[in-house]
């Protein structure tokens, strides 16, 4: 079968996997089944087996589906401004429960498939590479030192509000956010985050 552009094989695969994500908020990694998934989709069973298999398959693709989506970075017009707009968006995800649910649980099951890890993995990588456009608009504004590792700058950025949400727990808001996007700026304009040489 050929697969056409908003033909029926891209509505089915829509829809089913959107029903993974449904179900792996639902019951978790380990309570999801292919059966469970065919049936919220209202899709046949041996149609989601024939195409996905397992249900690790179903949560990569569903990742994979996610990182294709185009994500608009920020432009406010300077670096401070973009890192705490970026910030500002994990807090607003995290801190809503409608929002948070899927990226929770995809983390969850990360912990318990190989699979569903390496697909979180590059779906975190492609964020981070769209993200770092903001860096690299700074670099040829002339606010950042040339060597200045992007990538590196965003992780600096979120990583703070990572911590606290799936680390320790503790609440997070906008004035963590700004925080977290201050101190990661100070360490790149001291030049702390210097891509290596061979980078």
């Known amino acids: 079968m050929t697969n056409r552009p908003g033909g029926r094989s891209a509505r089915v695969r829509a829809v089913v996997l959107e029903a993974t994500y449904a179900e792996l908020v639902r019951c978790g990694y380990l309570g999801m089944t292919v059966e469970n998934v065919a049936?919220?989709?209202?899709?046949?069973?041996t149609t989601v087996y024939r195409r996905w298999g397992t249900v690790d398959v179903l949560i990569a693709d569903a990742l994979d589906s996610s990182r294709d989506v185009e994500w608009p970075a920020p432009d406010t017009g300077s670096l401070e401004g973009d890192l705490?707009?970026?910030a500002t968006e994990v807090v607003d995800v995290f801190t809503d429960?409608?929002?948070?649910?899927?990226?929770?649980?995809?983390v969850t099951a990360a912990l318990q498939s190989s699979r569903a890890?390496?697909?979180?993995?590059d779906f975190y990588a492609s964020?981070?590479?769209?993200?770092?456009v903001v860096v690299t608009r700074a670099i040829q504004r002339g606010e950042l030192a040339a060597d200045t590792d992007?990538?590196?700058?965003?992780?600096?950025?979120c990583a703070p509000l990572y911590y606290r949400i799936f680390i320790t727990g503790e609440p997070i808001d906008h004035a963590a956010a700004e925080r977290a996007a201050r101190a990661a700026l100070v360490a790149a304009r001291a030049g702390l985050l210097a891509a290596a040489p061979n980078a």
């Open 127 to 132: 964020r981070h590479a769209q993200a770092a």
């Open 97 to 106: 429960p409608a929002r948070s649910a899927v990226p929770e649980a995809v």
């Open 39 to 45: 049936d919220r989709a209202g899709v046949h069973k």
């Open 150 to 157: 992007a990538v590196e700058l965003i992780r600096f950025t």
């Open 84 to 86: 705490i707009a970026i």
């Open 117 to 121: 890890r390496q697909a979180k993995k």
